[in-house]
């Protein structure tokens, strides 16, 4: 062979090195081919995430409540529709049992006991003195009901947990996404 064939063959063999593995990898990504289905979270993504803004919070003298009074931290809501009966007191205690948990990194999170028809439980308040109970005056991004859900800093209702959750999972969500988020 002459040394302009070889030179050719060698740049063609170059090119295929690098070349092929991308487009390969682009079709990978394109079609969705060996994209993992296991999830590690324990709590339901919501896709595309509600903003906080829309759910027209407002505290007990009916004063308009937005994030940047809790310092654009990480905001755990539990919302219900009712007074705080038995059921919603228990999941107040676990969600200052996780807050607790959370240890050095508990400052970045802030819980928040949303009521649909607003009043403010005062045995509630004496014993949870960090939970601040607010009302909600538009429903829409909480579109799930009931439950507990996730706010990041940025006004971003992004995860939820029934309202029979499990405390174990929810601190296990937490942690990982402390320890993952550069905001909060």
Request: glycine share 6%.
């Amino acid at each position: 062979m002459t040394t302009k064939k070889t030179n050719r063959w060698t740049l063609y063999a170059v090119f295929a090195v690098t070349a092929v593995p991308l487009m390969f990898a682009m079709l990978m990504y394109f079609n969705l081919w060996g994209v993992p289905d296991g999830r590690t979270n324990y709590g339901q993504l919501l896709l595309p995430p509600n903003e906080l803004q829309q759910a027209q919070l407002v505290d007990e003298n009916d004063a308009p409540w937005s994030q940047v009074e809790a310092d654009k931290r990480w905001l755990v809501i539990y919302l219900t529709k009712q007074a705080c009966d038995l059921p919603c007191q228990e999941a107040t205690h676990l969600l200052r049992q996780i807050n607790v948990a959370l240890g050095k990194e508990a400052h970045r999170v802030t819980r928040l006991l949303v009521n649909q028809q607003g009043g403010i439980n005062e045995q509630t308040k004496t014993d949870y003195p960090a939970l601040i109970q607010l009302k909600s005056l538009s429903l829409e991004p909480f579109e799930l009901g009931q439950g507990i859900y996730v706010v990041d800093p940025l006004g971003n209702i992004m995860m939820y947990y029934s309202k029979d959750f499990v405390g174990k999972e929810l601190l296990k969500d937490l942690k990982k996404l402390l320890r993952t988020s550069n905001i909060g």
